[in-house]
């Protein structure tokens, strides 16, 4: 499954189909604004179990969208691994027109900038063509 059919699914779609869809959507929104998780933070988030949430991070991985990005310190027993967008798996492009001039941007999943132009001069005609 890619980020298109998260974006927009078809709706012939079973309904077990469609929770691991919203599933894998509310999972990289989570991603998206807090920064990392762990797989029980995920599950008490989420209210999914344990096996639901590991298959939906598995294939999130497989698909290039999360990472995982190292493990959290415990007092003791096994260390949990964490979680987080690959800030490469997407990029926004951001346009922004002024009457002399335009900026553009590029940020990753993380939101940081990859590229950045700004006060790209032109001329703004009124013609037919």
Do not use: H, W
């Amino acid at each position: 499954m890619n980020l298109s059919i998260l974006l927009d699914y078809p709706e012939d779609i079973s309904l077990s189909a469609l929770k691991l869809i919203k599933l894998k959507k509310s999972i990289i929104k989570r991603l998206t604004l807090t920064g990392v998780a762990t797989i029980a933070e995920l599950c008490k988030e989420t209210d999914f179990s344990i096996p639901t949430v590991t298959k939906i991070v598995s294939e999130l991985i497989e698909e290039g969208i999360v990472s995982e990005t190292g493990k959290v310190d415990t007092a003791g027993g096994r260390r949990p691994s964490q979680y987080g967008i690959n800030p490469n798996a997407c990029y926004y492009l951001g346009v922004e027109v002024k009457r002399n001039s335009i900026n553009i941007g590029i940020q990753d999943f993380n939101n940081k900038f990859v590229q950045l132009s700004e006060n790209i001069s032109y001329t703004l005609e009124n013609t037919r063509e």
